[in-house]
């Protein structure tokens, strides 16, 4: 009963990994070292299955697509986050461990009066 009645589905192994790497990409957007790379792999393994399809006709283009631009939209935003400034609220206060008198030069005191 495996043979002609059983249904023939696309496969979808590349986009649905593109999918989910992009939805990790989007998750992990606070920790950038992690979410660029994994965002990249998704890119690329949307575009492999994108050109799969170019190859063979009975690939599923909607999840290769789909996880192309998702992984794209983590890309922005987890770069965005790597790379945004961080100077509005001018520099940050010196540590106060230090005693501001040490920073001083020293003066030597007045000579004697005689």
Request: positive net charge.
């Amino acid at each position: 009963m495996a043979g002609p009645l059983r249904r023939q589905l696309p496969p979808v192994g590349w986009g649905l990994a593109s999918v989910v790497l992009g939805a990790i990409g989007l998750l992990l957007f606070v920790v950038p070292i992690l979410a660029i790379p994994i965002s990249l792999c998704g890119a690329l393994l949307g575009l492999i299955g994108a050109a799969s399809k170019a190859a063979r006709a009975h690939v599923d283009l909607r999840l290769s697509l789909a996880g192309m631009a998702l992984c794209c939209l983590a890309l922005l935003i987890d770069l965005g986050v790597n790379y945004a400034p961080g100077g509005f609220l001018g520099r940050p206060a010196e540590s106060q461990i230090v005693d501001p008198a040490a920073r001083q030069r020293y003066v030597p005191p007045p000579a004697a009066f005689r």
